[in-house]
């Protein structure tokens, strides 16, 4: 099997990585920039380019993992009719394919990625849509092929899951900046506060959201809220988020108001 | 070495098991509540009670594990003049103490603790304050026999390390709530979202949360953010937080604004 990738960013960089460990083949690199195709390309000892016009047609399946503007662009212009087309993106339904491919469909690995970071694929949750039942088949296969969790998610769902992943990932990042902001001020290293944040993330393995809340905001304790909203009266954003998380964290413990 | 605990919440349960397992005597456990402290001083093997005036006079190191209004009205009634009075909170001032104690401190370990889940504590930061600096080696003595990380942090410094664990913590708490409700709705089983969860917490072991941070919000993609708070419609207080965050954390990331 020999599969190309549209884009040389985080998730083309770490599913290429996993998929060559299987045995796939990776025909090619495409980058609008030639220096981000060439390092992922020499990353994988294969062919890269910047020009669409050189992408090659004989793969057997290729991977958008570009911004959703861009994807458009490429899946308008692209006619490989016998190859398997997917996109990479939480946030992208499965019918802007609709006219522009007949075998298509969505491989979404959920999880954050960064260019320094190893990951362990085989724990990472692959979600997949197909435009019919065999593509859906040969989809889940080779995300079998990567990892123990596979999914068939459709795009309504699939929308769902990247606003739930927005807040899992990237506002709960922006609290651990919060943190760090607060901490450097007075002097705090921040790794006092790690175990803390490892703690709460493993909390959530066996117990579920709502029953692992505490904190003044669940007791309701106002005398510490307001004594932390005075303390925070120099950081006028952070006190905004303070007060409206834990207006929301109370209502949402409050008898018979479970929203 | 003979302590008694006031109190019998989480923190009381996991630091009084911890202290007994590195061969402290726990004298009592005293709780307002009969059968909070029957609990423990059954999972303990040792004497409790409910009764304030039952609390017993000799022991070396009195424990104040309880809410701070609390606090307060034992800390004013005893009088131990022999013994360390220590509290366990991350709210409380040293200074509560002055003129009811005269040997005294903080001992107050930075992790959320929850009855049902065990914690290892030698991985938790103990924190310590006190009232000078034979107390102070005490204090330290005790803590490194429970945990390799220990710091010296005044009063200060810990007030503002507790409003650093609210958002580090209980907030992102919520924020893994606020995931669970939107997928919920959807009939997406929340485990899919696990690992991002967990490899977001881990990013930051050995990146900065500032330089860690991703999503649409920190690269301002409008069209997304638009599109998920659009989604949000039918969640007004989850939509409003939406939006809050994202500002901030485009704020945050736009150049020269770095607050």
New interface residues.
Partial sequence: MKAVFIGSGNVATHLATALKEKGIVIGQIYSRTLSNAETLGRKLECPYTSDMHDIITDADIYFYAL???AFKHFIRNFDMPNAIHVHTAG?IPISEFDGFATKYGVFYP???F?K??A?DFS???I?IEACNSEIQMQLLDLAKMLSS?T?F?NS??R??????????????????????Q??E????P?E???????????????????T???????RY?E??IK??LF??IK?P??R???K??SK??H??HSENNR?
Avoid: W
């Fill in positions: 911004k959703d503007s946030s959920l999880q954050t960064s320094g970071k990951v724990e990472i949750p979600c969790k999914y998610i309504e769902q929308k769902k899951l990247h606003i739930a992943a927005v807040f899992a990932c990237n506002f709960t990042n922006y609290m651990y900046d919060a943190a760090s607060i901490m001020d007075s002097g705090i921040f006092i506060i790690q175990p803390l944040i490892a703690e709460t993330a493993d909390k959530i393995k066996t117990m579920n959201p709502y692992a809340q505490t904190g003044p905001a669940v304790d005398k510490i004594k932390h303390m925070l950081k954003e952070l905004k988020i303070y409206l998380i929301n964290i209502k949402r929203y």
